[in-house]
């Protein structure tokens, strides 16, 4: 069993920055790749961005320059940090490693 949690989540204004992390329990594997997702009600969810087990990263071109993922080597820890935040970014966002999810953590930007 693999659990999954994320936190960092909060309301900022327009143009701030948050840092979200996920804390990964249970059996995992440095290769997996980890993931930020974040689903808006009424929308489909999205991916954020991506790093795998390699170090190769990914981004959803909304985020690019802006957001910057990592993660540790024995993919038990994930973050996200997120600088010039828009109202556009206000999301749950969830953390997945191989088929497992968070249960998310809520970030909103004010303008």
């Known amino acids: 069993q693999v659990n999954l949690v994320e936190s960092g989540g909060g309301s900022v204004e327009a143009g701030g920055s948050l840092r979200l992390s996920c804390a990964v329990t249970?059996?995992?594997?440095?290769?997996?790749?980890m993931s930020w997702f974040r689903e808006v009600p009424g929308k489909q969810r999205e991916k954020v961005a991506s790093?795998?087990?390699?170090?190769?990263?990914g981004y959803h071109d909304s985020v690019k320059g802006r957001f910057t993922i990592s993660r540790d080597n024995a993919a038990r820890n994930l973050w996200l940090q997120m600088d010039s935040l828009k109202p556009e970014d206000t999301a749950m966002y969830y953390c997945?490693?191989?088929?497992?999810w968070g249960r998310g953590t809520q970030v909103t930007v004010t303008p």
């Open positions: 249970g059996n995992t594997y440095s290769r997996y790749t």
């Open positions: 997945a490693v191989d088929r497992y």
């Open positions: 790093i795998g087990g390699g170090g190769d990263i």
